[in-house]
């Protein structure tokens, strides 16, 4: 996960990544019993819908900012389409879950990936 990390502030590198690690997961502690599956957008409920990341990165934020998917969190009790919650991250590394219409501010994305408020458990395939 430091790779990850060392991105933060380059949200470019992300995708290769997330190409990299396709298929990971990130335990987490929070809340317990449930994952980050690392995936791009066509790993999601949400695959083959290019504008699902559009609308994300300009219609959800008060200003438009470039949005990158690194995952789902798959089975999650909500109002999410297919339970699945999709995590993204903005050009300034900040992380977001996406449900239902709303945007969810986790934090960014060292202090999620580290356990403030999410942590990381266990990176395994």
């Not at 991250?89 to 709303?102: A, Q, T």
Request: hydrophobic content about 40%; proline content about 4%; some cysteine.
């Amino acid at each position: 996960m430091e790779e990850f990390c060392k991105q933060n502030r380059d949200s470019k590198e992300l995708p290769e990544l997330v190409k990299k690690y396709n298929g990971f997961e990130i335990n987490l502690k929070e809340p317990k019993g449930y994952a980050v599956r690392i995936t791009d957008l066509d790993g999601t409920v949400y695959w083959g819908r290019d504008e699902m990341l559009e609308s994300w990165s300009h219609l959800y934020l008060p200003e438009s900012t470039e949005m990158v998917v690194i995952g789902a969190i798959d089975n999650f009790p909500s109002l999410a389409e297919g339970l699945q919650l999709i995590v993204l991250v903005d050009s300034l590394g900040k992380v977001y879950f996406y449900e239902n219409e709303v945007l969810h501010l986790r934090g960014s994305l060292c202090s999620t990936l580290r356990g403030v408020p999410l942590g990381v458990l266990l990176l395994h395939k």
